[in-house]
């Protein structure tokens, strides 16, 4: 059985991309941060219908326990599926917090690329010794970075999901050697809890980002988590290096 490790999996895209993975047959080991009661109803979704999953915590922003984590993947890889190897990574862990230029604080710039950048950055470095040839890796990013969904407030978030972009193509350049693709996926508004529930707190603001959508309604988890599931697999077998926008058409 091939094994997927997906990050930030307590609800929302990764929930979904954890449990549309698990669908195509793939076991899962999925992590959780301020939310463990997420992580192991997601866990138990996936058993509920016949796959395999493990939840582990995972602070993304704490790089310092990325070698304490290679070890417990390494264990769960051994005692649930008898392999020393996983094949699919999805660096889908993150928060948003928004504030224009002239009132962002050092400290909130930081937060945010330790969990959007540095996280990704040094998390895949540190499992790519576990991570099986011929493997696949999914970065979720945000259409916040491309000039179609620049909207005020985003500066910092966007600079950072702008540098997984980057980062994104670099690690398929220096992975193709190991027939290891690496893609990302920019969703645009979706109703997940990022934000501080920022879809349930104001409802309001619904209707008008519908009405920027070619398709007009905003994202569900499972249109990002879909796709997600699409590109690890062998589906998209010929496809790295690229950036999808799943957003509906904003701004179209």
Avoid: C
């Amino acid at each position: 059985m091939r094994v997927a490790i997906v990050t930030g999996a307590s609800s929302g895209i990764g929930r979904s991309a954890a449990i549309e993975i698990a669908k195509r047959g793939t076991g899962v080991i999925l992590t959780y941060g301020s939310n463990p009661q997420g992580g192991l109803e997601t866990a138990a979704t996936i058993e509920k219908e016949g796959g395999t999953a493990v939840a582990l915590p995972l602070d993304v922003g704490e790089t310092g326990t990325f070698a304490a984590f290679r070890e417990t993947v390494a264990g769960v890889l051994r005692d649930t599926w008898r392999r020393d190897t996983f094949d699919y990574l999805v660096n889908n862990a993150g928060f948003a917090q928004t504030s224009l230029i002239e009132d962002t604080t050092e400290e909130a710039f930081d937060r945010l690329m330790r969990v959007l950048l540095k996280g990704p950055y040094f998390l895949t470095q540190r499992l790519l010794p576990l991570m099986a040839d011929g493997g696949a890796i999914v970065n979720t990013s945000s259409n916040s970075a491309a000039t179609a969904g620049l909207e005020p407030g985003y500066s910092a978030y966007a600079s950072m999901k702008g540098g997984l972009d980057v980062l994104t193509r670099y690690m398929a350049k220096e992975f193709s050697t190991r027939g290891i693709r690496v893609n990302a996926v920019s969703p645009g508004s979706t109703r997940t809890r990022i934000g501080d529930d920022a879809f349930t707190r104001f409802p309001e603001v619904v209707p008008a980002l519908a009405a920027k959508t070619a398709l007009g309604r905003v994202g569900e988890p499972d249109d990002i988590g879909a796709m997600i599931a699409t590109l690890v697999s062998d589906e998209s077998r010929w496809v790295t290096a690229q950036n999808i926008e799943v957003s509906g058409g904003y701004n179209l």
